[in-house]
């Protein structure tokens, strides 16, 4: 079965905004900003995900509140995972067990340097990826586990500065 998975980075946070932990630091300004322009850009180019998972951390959950509402009237599955918090690829293909195999395509909002490796893992692909950028993917199989194993291909790296304003 063909799969489609959104690596995406949790939008720019505030340096310390008051947080008493790296776990609790919100979004700044422009985290704020960016989110629902990089949500508008996946729904305008058929990269709607049918569940979404993420690090729990406060500026993951604040990224996908602030994409949500591009993904109406009928919003993906979501799930929160603390062991998805400043994870790898392992991380994530230990929580992939538990995916539908319905799931043709999940946006997985997570942190680096994390996601850049599993990037470059998954696709063979080194890239940079700054705050709200999104790896588009496309692999195969049976199952998410199954396919978490395998070669995937890198269609694009989506940068929010690449998005017209």
């Known amino acids: 079965m063909q799969r489609r998975l959104i690596l995406m980075r949790h939008a720019k946070s ?6 008493a932990t790296d776990h609790a630091r919100p ?21 709607k995900p ?6 729990d951390a406060t500026r993951t959950r604040q990224t996908w509140e602030h ?7 009928d919003p993906p599955a979501v ?3 603390n062991g998805l918090y400043l994870a790898s690829l392992g991380a994530l293909q230990r929580v992939s067990v538990d995916w539908a195999p319905a799931w043709g ?3 997985a909002l997570g942190h680096n ?12 692909v080194q890239e940079y990826m700054p705050t709200a950028a999104c790896a588009l993917l496309h692999g195969a199989g049976e199952t998410w586990a199954e396919a978490l194993e395998g070669r995937w291909r890198l269609e ?10």
């Open 14 to 19: 505030e340096r310390h905004g008051g947080a």
């Open 27 to 47: 979004l700044s300004k422009r985290g704020r900003r960016d989110a629902p322009r990089m949500a508008a850009w996946l729904v305008d180019h058929g990269w």
């Open 50 to 55: 049918d569940a979404v998972v993420s690090s």
């Open 67 to 73: 994409m949500a509402p591009w993904f109406e009237p």
């Open 79 to 81: 799930r929160f995972h």
């Open 105 to 107: 395509t999940v946006l």
């Open 113 to 124: 340097p994390g996601w850049e490796q599993a990037v470059a893992h998954l696709s063979g």
């Open 156 to 165: 694009r790296l989506l940068r929010p500065r690449e998005l017209p304003q």
